[in-house]
């Protein structure tokens, strides 16, 4: 191990490395007149960081999916750095720079503060290793840990890298990095690009295409395997045949990736802009069973026709539209919408069985989390945002008394409003209540007394059985005073729903509630 880090240092292949030589590549500069990136799709803070570190005398570049961007002519929504400055090196350069991560140490350089602040991902070159330079250990990140403990290349028996931190010279960490097209590097100071394994070419020819065997990449971290279904369906790009062969037969290294990363790569899945495409591509790869539980309920074939299909549509369709406008998206809202028909069949069922209602519903949701969130119902906010949305659905049955001004004034009034009008949309409740509870939300204090009073009318029909009313619709919605000037569904409303809504709770998983416009400081 001491002379392959010797070597590492030095530049040297891996003595040890099958094939090394052919992984590595061949470093090609390419040139503004060959690339055309757009320097005005830059972002300043990356480039800061970037002349920070050559002027204190270390290489650096922006580097990764950001450089796959500029190529094609889009502008990144994040910007990594790589450098041949240690982690320590790059936290003494910058006063907000902190170290993070153990698999993988990086360095996340922090600018502005608030719901303003940016970081940029700074990582050092890192070495191109292969198991038999590794050190192994039986078990996983939690049961190896005091293994692992001062050891910076570790695999587990499976091959799975679990500590990578041997540093480099440039030409190995490109080769160490997955598709081509994340293999590019670009000097925005001389403006060119260091390609070694043709990513320009294959970006432009919008093919995904792995660096070295792709069974021992998919093996060593079976992400991977997410990564280029991600990747395909955001991009739009074919996956190269010999990077396409081994998934569904990798498929099964999954189940060693950790709970919380495999969430995380799930909830990066569906918020491409293009998540519907994502769970195409998935059917298309053989693996829409068993990878996500959660997602399970969706992809089954069984559930394509039952309805839950017609509505998880329309809940992505309006994630991919508010991804791709700049707006936020809540992982709580995504989940809850997918999840929803098992915890709707689940609570109709108790409620048939003499359940009263509310009980039902949260014994529903406890059996519906036990089932397909298991361990992630402990991340947080998350799981009580799930609740609340669900939860806050029969109160919009109830109409009456002070309820409706307790529950327009909740913080997460909004996002549980937004679940309703999806409801309603995909035809599951009539969309008379949510216009009710719309005009509520947004009326006068005069208005809200009107409409107050349209559904104790409604009420008192449905008492005596009236056929013209079912039980959660209400009356035509109450007419606004002429004064204002504004029919239903008129621009000038919507301009005033926007002015009179209330911010989204900060507090949320994703920050933000789904559907409708956000508050202006919400928007980006």
Known sequence: MIKTFIDKLLGKPAAGAKGAKSVLGKRV??????????????????????KTLVDAGFEAFIVGGAVRDLVVG??????????????????????????????FRIVHVVFGRGREHEVIEVSTFRALLVNDDAEQVAGNEKTSKAEMAGKSHVVDASGR?????????????????????????????????????????????????????PETRYREDPVRIIRVVRFAAKLGFDIEPKTRAPIKKMAEQLVNVPASRMFDEMIKLLQTGHSLASLEELRK??????????????????????????????????????????????????????????????????????????????????????ARIGDISGRGRLAGDMREIWMMQPRFDRRSGNGPMGLVDQPRYRAGFDFLRLRADAGEVDP?????????????????????????????????????????????????????????????????????????????????????????????
Request: hydrophobic share 35%; aromatic share 6%.
């Open 161 to 213: 890298v679990l500590r990578d931190n041997v540093w480099g010279p440039q030409i190995e960490d490109a080769a160490r990095r997955d598709f081509t097209i994340n293999a590019m590097y670009y000097d925005p100071v001389r403006e060119v690009v260091v390609d070694y394994h043709k990513g320009l070419a294959d970006a432009r020819k919008k093919v995904l295409r792995m660096i070295g065997d």
């Open 432 to 524: 008379a209540l949510a216009d009710w509870w719309e005009d509520f939300a947004l009326g006068s204090d005069d208005e809200r007394q009107a409409l107050l009073e349209v559904a104790r009318e409604a009420d008192r029909l449905r008492r005596g059985n009236s056929p013209a009313r079912a039980e959660g619709s209400s009356s035509p919605r109450a007419p606004r005073p002429e004064s204002e000037g504004e029919g239903e569904g008129s621009a000038p409303a919507a301009k005033k729903r926007r002015r009179r809504r209330k911010p989204a709770s900060r507090g949320g998983a994703g920050g933000g509630s789904e559907g409708g416009a956000p508050p202006p400081a919400a928007e980006h």
């Open 74 to 103: 889009k502008r990144p929504k994040d910007f990594d750095v790589a450098t041949n400055a240690t982690p320590e090196d790059v936290k003494r350069l910058f006063r907000r720079a902190f170290i993070i991560g153990r698999r």
């Open 29 to 50: 500069e390419i040139p503004l007149a060959e690339h055309q990136i757009d320097k005005t799709l830059l972002d300043d803070h990356a480039v800061r960081v970037v």
């Open 285 to 370: 790869q053989g693996l829409h069973k068993g990878i996500f539980p959660i997602l399970d309920v969706v992809l089954e074939d069984a559930h394509r026709k039952d309805g839950r299909d017609a509505f998880v549509k329309r809940a992505l369709e309006d994630t991919d539209l508010r991804v791709n406008e700049g707006r936020g998206v809540s992982p709580s809202f995504m989940l809850a919408c997918m999840l929803w028909h098992d915890v709707l069949d689940h609570w109709n069922r108790l409620k048939a069985a003499g359940e009263p209602p509310v009980p039902a519903l949260q014994q529903a949701i406890e059996t519906v989390f036990d």
